[in-house]
């Protein structure tokens, strides 16, 4: 039955995906699984405040059931009543071992902070929510800018695609190269450790073709970013000022390209629309549209006027 139904979700066309992702796969699947994980880790550690993320759903009644404040983290944007609804219901029967009943207040734990400034998305207002401005780890800290690092994007606009660690082997490849290599464009395409460069044929003379490379070394170069709009690449071209070709494949993806839509730093490609010239205009109109780029820089400064970690932590302290 639950193959089924999730046969029955990639049968879906891609923008209702999300609603019924989030509920049966980390609700009705993942969640009873990581109960079982965390149970020995609660009666060990004993911990005196418990921190999540939003998928994450087995940590809140577990603590809620222990009594230890519990604070979720957003990692993308606020989800509608329907999908909470949806999700509530399908982890009952994990708040129900713990002698609980599961609401929309208990949900997201004590506090449920918020990634996206007012300015892109607003949290849900029926749950005790705070935003915080994410912060990034990307592994720039522990290895050296590359070589070429220094010269993307200096000469000529930069354009970084990549479509992170999972959604790579579903990314239109062949028209991106295509449409990016017609452009006097310098590029960087990170197509992750799935995908072999070397396998995925000929990609133009002005574009660079690496498995991994932090996105910090490369973002702040970038005049357009091109992504699946994933929630950290997302966040790190916003907060780069970067306008961004939005080509989303799945989960939260949709939802965070038709927001940097309507805020006007961003172009949605529908899966009709990923050929090569159509690929080939949209990168021209962001490297030339001042009203995008203006839009963005507004962003940027939206992102960083967000409290810092460091100010939330006196919130925080006052759960414990």
């Known amino acids: 039955m639950l193959l089924d139904r999730l046969a029955h979700v990639r049968d879906l066309p891609p923008r209702e995906r999300r609603a019924v992702q989030l509920p049966i796969v980390f609700?009705?699947?993942?969640?009873?699984?990581?109960?079982?994980?965390?149970?020995?880790?609660?009666s060990v550690v004993k911990p005196d405040l418990v921190i999540h993320e939003f998928a994450e759903l087995a940590a809140a009644p577990m603590a809620k059931a222990r009594g230890i404040p519990c604070v979720c983290v957003g990692f993308s944007n606020a989800i509608s009543d329907s999908v909470q609804t949806a999700v509530e219901a399908s982890v009952a029967p994990v708040w129900e071992l713990e002698g609980l009943q599961v609401s929309t207040e208990t949900l997201n734990g004590d506090l449920l902070l918020h990634p996206f400034p007012a300015h892109l998305d607003t949290p849900r207002s029926d749950v005790p929510s705070a935003p915080m401005r994410p912060m990034s780890f990307d592994g720039a800290s522990l290895t050296s800018p590359p070589e070429w690092a220094d010269s993307f994007g200096k000469d000529r606009p930069g354009v970084y695609?990549?479509?992170?660690?999972?959604?790579?082997p579903r990314a239109p490849w062949a028209a991106l190269f295509e449409a990016l290599s017609e452009l006097d464009v310098d590029v960087v395409a990170t197509v992750g450790s799935q995908l072999d460069p070397a396998l995925l044929g000929p990609s133009g003379p002005n574009i660079r073709v690496e498995q991994y490379v932090p996105q910090s070394f490369v973002i702040d170069r970038a005049d357009v970013v091109v992504s699946h709009a994933g929630a950290g690449t997302v966040i790190g071209a916003a907060t780069a000022g970067a306008v961004q070709l939005c080509i989303p494949i799945a989960a939260d993806q949709w939802d965070n390209a038709d927001l940097l839509s309507d805020a006007n730093v961003g172009v949605v490609l529908e899966p009709e629309e990923r050929d090569a010239d159509t690929i080939r205009l949209s990168t021209q109109r962001l490297l030339v549209d001042e009203t995008m780029r203006s839009s963005a820089e507004v962003l940027c400064d939206h992102f960083a006027s967000m409290p810092h970690p460091s100010q939330i932590a006196a919130s925080i302290d006052q759960l414990v």
């Open 161 to 168: 695609v990549t479509f992170g660690t999972e959604m790579s």
């Open 27 to 42: 609700g009705e699947v993942t969640a009873p699984a990581m109960r079982d994980d965390l149970i020995d880790v609660y």
